[in-house]
C-alpha cells in the first residue's frame, strides 16, 4: 500500500493526514509535540462526529479513515513513506532541518513536500544532497473540503518527483495545479489586488459594506472584505507584508494603512467576532456597483498577467486555480476575454493617471494588455 507521512498535525496538518486516509492511503503522521501526537486521532474523531450525526459520513468510514493513520514517534519512523509532506511552522530553518532529517531516513525515490504558503521551495532545496526530490504542495485550508492544490516546482525539481506527488494527490481528489515557485504562488499573489484595490477603495471614503456589496452583486461567493474577516486581518496583513517585502515594496503589493488600522483596532474578523463587515449581514449594492467591480477586477486580471509573464503557469492554470481556491465566480482570463484587453487597460491608465505618486507604478500594465 502506498504511504503518505504527514509532519504536523495542527489544523492544516490534521486535515492532509484525513484527506489521504480517507481516499485510502496509509498515513504516517507525527508532530515534534507529545500533545499533538497524543490527541491527534481524537481531535478528528471529535471533528468528524458532527457530519456522522448529520448523516453525512457513515461510522464505519469515519472508523476505516482513522484506522488507516498511525501516529509515530517521529520522521525516523517513517522510512515506509512514498511522500513525506510538512505542515510544521513557517520558519525556513525548521524546515530544512526537518527535510535534512527526513533525507535520511526515506527511500531514494520518495518525495519531499513542503504545504508552505509563502517561503521558496528552492531556498529550501538548498544542503539536501537530493534536491530533485524536493517540491511544494500547498493545500487550503479546510484541506478535506478545498479541491485545489498548488504542485510548486523549484528549478532543481525532477519530473519524476512532480509526477509522483501530482499522481498521489490527485487520487486523494484534488485538483494539482502546476505553479512557479514565486512568491505567493498563485492564489496568495493574485489574491493581493483583490483585497489591496478594495482597501485602496476604502481609505478613498467608500465603505467596507458597499464595496463587499458590489462584489455579492456581481457573483462572488464573499466580497474582499468577507475573506479579509474569513481568514483573519491579522493573517491577511502578514502575507500582504510578506509578499510586499518578497517583492522588494512593489507598488502592486503596497501595504494599506487600512490595513494595519483594523489589526491594530483587535477587530480580526470571525475569530474575534468582529471585523471589517463581519457579523453584519451584505446591504443592498450601490449604485457605482459596476464601476466597483471593474475596478478591482481590472488590478486582478493584471496581476495575472504579469504572473502569466514570468512563466512556469499557463491562464487556464490560475483561472481554476483562483476559482478553486477563493471561490471566485470566473478566473482573471476568463473576465479578460468577456472585456477585451483594451478596455482592462484604459482603466488601468485611468488609475494611475489619479494615483497618488508611490503608487503610480500599481497601475502598469501587463504585457498581455498591451500587446
Known amino acids: 500500500m502506498t504511504t503518505i507521512a504527514v509532519i504536523g498535525l495542527g489544523t492544516m496538518g490534521l486535515g492532509i493526514a484525513q484527506t489521504y486516509a480517507a481516499a485510502g492511503f496509509a498515513v504516517l503522521a507525527t508532530d515534534a509535540a507529545a500533545d499533538a501526537r497524543k490527541t491527534a486521532l481524537d481531535r478528528l474523531r471529535s471533528g468528524l462526529a458532527p457530519r456522522v450525526q448529520a448523516g453525512k459520513l457513515a461510522q464505519a468510514d469515519l472508523d476505516a479513515t482513522l484506522a488507516r493513520i498511525t501516529v509515530v514517534e517521529g520522521p525516523e519512523a517513517m522510512d515506509a513513506a512514498d511522500l513525506a509532506i510538512e505542515a510544521v511552522v513557517e520558519r525556513m530553518e525548521v524546515k530544512r532541518a526537518l527535510f535534512a532529517a527526513l533525507e535520511s531516513v526515506l527511500a531514494p525515490d520518495a518525495v519531499l513536500a513542503s504545504n508552505t504558503s509563502s517561503l521558496s521551495v528552492a531556498a529550501m532545496a538548498e544542503g539536501l544532497s537530493q534536491p530533485q526530490r524536493l517540491l ?78 458590489a462584489m455579492l452583486a456581481a457573483g462572488y461567493r464573499l466580497g474582499p472584505f468577507g475573506l479579509i474577516d474569513l481568514v483573519g486581518a491579522d493573517i491577511n496583513l502578514a502575507a ?100 477585451g484587453c483594451a478596455r482592462v487597460r484604459d482603466r488601468l491608465e485611468r488609475l494611475a493617471a489619479a494615483a497618488p505618486a508611490h503608487l503610480y507604478g500599481r497601475y502598469r500594465p501587463a504585457p498581455i494588455l498591451t500587446r
Open 136 to 213: 511544494g504542495l500547498h493545500f487550503f485550508n479546510p484541506a478535506p473540503v478545498m479541491k485545489l492544490v498548488e504542485l510548486v516546482a523549484h528549478p532543481g525539481t525532477g519530473a519524476a518527483a512532480l509526477e509522483r506527488a501530482r499522481r498521489l494527490t490527485e487520487a486523494a481528489g484534488k485538483t494539482v495545479i502546476p505553479c512557479p515557485d514565486r512568491p505567493g504562488f498563485i492564489v496568495n499573489r493574485c489574491a493581493r489586488p483583490f483585497y489591496g484595490e478594495a482597501l485602496a477603495l476604502l481609505e478613498e471614503g467608500r465603505s467596507a459594506a458597499e464595496i463587499d456589496a
Open 240 to 339: 500582504t507584508e510578506s509578499l510586499a517585502a518578497a517583492m522588494d515594496g512593489h507598488p502592486r503589493y503596497h501595504v494599506f494603512e487600512a490595513a494595519r488600522r483594523q489589526v491594530a483596532s483587535g477587530a480580526l474578523g470571525r475569530k474575534t467576532g468582529r471585523g471589517f463587515v463581519y457579523p453584519e449581514k451584505p446591504g443592498p449594492a450601490p449604485e457605482d456597483a459596476a464601476a466597483i467591480v471593474r475596478r478591482i477586477e481590472a488590478t486582478l486580471v493584471n496581476e495575472a498577467g504579469w504572473l502569466l509573464a514570468e512563466g512556469g503557469t499557463t491562464q487556464e492554470g490560475i483561472d481554476t486555480a483562483l476559482k478553486l481556491g477563493l471561490n471566485f465566480p470566473r478566473g482573471p482570463f476568463e473576465i479578460l476575454a468577456a472585456q
